[in-house]
């Protein structure tokens, strides 16, 4: 990237103070002008890149931040995209838009510039999931769709997710296209602003009834809830819009007992009550979880604010409330799935599950279990998305998910999905416990059949320019000198995703890899276990995702066998030197 000069960085700001920009604009812009240096470069040295998957920035006023300019331009060259796809006739968009601060405005300004361009714009009355956004574009045939959300970043940030007419992010070759697009958009008099307030049609109740309707449909023991309806759950939206749409779910499939946080039913985009919105974070389910303790409940339940991620803490064999992780998540829903599909006899011989390359091989051990097909994809579950609608009419996708808490039940819609996960969650735990089993022990009932699969996450922070040359180094010294062993065991495969090449170090032996480019390796080890790395692609950092497993004898040998997975684990990290 070719930096900005002092001056250049100055004339650019300059720029913004001109009658296309509004009062509030031109006044925190001549603000930053006139103030910290340092603040005025980080607002305007570059512009918001539009990438792969949308927008994603601090807001504010300048090129590099999020407002409704840059907002702007990225709709006008979305809509712009689309109508050399489509035609310009006949058109429609769906919006939504999560708890942040500014997200309505924002979702208001993209429908005015939809509208402004001849467009049927559907609009979400006030915040809803996102899954229901993927749900709404599918069942009034749109062309395309926006989110706004910027998942559980902090506080400052808010972010534009485009999707195409499956209801699904934008993939290729339409999202390198719609990047083409926008980054022709050069000055803000391009952007459509004018309105046509007869073209936008608001979703309200109507919607959320028919995307409730698609929920309900991945019940599979209605008969059990009926029983244990009464079951004690726990659940909190954390300020988000999870709350719009998952404790009517719970009570559709017939559970009466559900508890809420009070003080994180507030729709709040500062988050007052959590360091972040992050279900992966132990901090964001503690106070649900003292709220279970305090009403004696079961099961613990949380979202992140656009609610297409879940977080659960269930009770230990002690009694005590644990956190699972999304790959312990995503293996019982799996199971629960495919175990109740053989169990009612629903099986018609074509259905798969998907999982991405660094989720826990469990769910291919449970696939395999139920002689169901697998596939793995990418990270992403536009990537899912993807693969559904190719094997559409074909073959029957019936339920996957990542490690990093995201899971989709069916097809209904083509995004991860916490409403229909948490209501199957609790069926699941409904069920377990009408065979005299809590979810935990339900867990290592999977791990003595399927194998104890166990995994870790390290994230290696790197920020700056400085940082991401070191992430590329680190990458580049694992690619061309990857280690022959790791914990004393030997590397017996590794998979190159940026090559696409799996190589067999044994025989020498290499075979293709069926899926796109992506800057990520994998170690498969002697003895079971699979290491992955990957730069991340909104953070500045570099991930390792540790897989270990070994064989569990019997419920008694879970603690005792638990111990070995974790040291395995603690070493391989001590031999990678990253800790």
Known sequence: MNMLSHDEIRKKAESWLGDEFNEETRGEVQKLLDGDEKKLVDAFYQDLEFGTGGLRGIMGAGTNRMNIYTLGMATQGLSNYIIKQTGNTGIKVAIAYDCRNNSKYFAETAASIFSANGFEVYLFEALRPTPELSYAIRHYGCQSGVVITASHNPPEYNGYKAYWNDGGQVVAPHDIAIIDEVRKITSVSQIR??????????????????????????????????????LGIVYTPIHGTGGQLIPPALKLFGFSNIISVPEQDVVDGNFPTVKSPNPEEPD????????????????????????????????????????????????????????????RNKYKGNEYIIKTIVTSDLFERIAEGYNVEYFNVLTGFKFFAELIRNL?????????????????????????????????????????????????????????????????????????????????????????????????????????????ISVNKVTGKSN?????????????LEDGSKISVRPSGTEPKIKFY????????????????EKILDKRISDIISDMKLA
């Not at 297409?308 to 005590?320: M, N, P, Q, T, Y």
């Open 546 to 561: 540790i897989s270990v497993n070994t064989k569990l004898e019997s419920t008694d040998k879970f603690e005792e066998t």
């Open 512 to 524: 293709k890899i069926e899926l796109i480019n992506s800057d990520v390796l994998q170690f498969f």
């Open 392 to 500: 559409e009419g074909k073959k029957k996708y019936i339920g996957g998910g990542e490690e990093s808490y995201g899971f989709l039940p069916g097809d209904y819609v083509r995004d991860k999905d916490a409403v229909g996960s948490c209501a199957l969650m609790a069926e699941a735990a409904a069920w377990a416990k009408s065979n005299h089993m809590s979810v935990y022990e339900l867990l290592i009932d999977i791990f003595v059949k399927f194998g104890f699969y166990k995994e870790r996450l390290i994230n290696i922070v790197r920020k700056g320019s400085e940082g991401a040359d070191e992430i590329r180094a680190m990458m580049n010294e694992y690619r061309d000198n990857p280690p022959q062993t790791i914990n004393n065991n030997r590397v017996i495969q590794i998979n190159d995703y940026e090559k696409l």
């Open 284 to 343: 964001a389910l503690k106070m649900a979880i003292s709220k279970a303790v305090e009403t004696g409940a079961e099961l613990v339940m949380a979202s992140d604010p656009d609610a297409d991620r879940l977080g659960i803490a269930v009770r230990s064999k002690k009694g005590e409330f644990v956190l699972l992780n999304g790959n312990q998540t995503g293996a019982i829903l799996i199971y629960y799935i495919l175990s109740q599909y053989k169990a």
């Open 193 to 230: 602003f004018e309105d046509r307030k007869n073209n936008i049609r608001m979703l309200g109740k109507e919607t959320d009834d028919l995307f409730l309707k698609e929920v309900l449909k991945m019940s599979i023991n209605p008969d059990i809830i009926k029983k244990y309806g009464d």
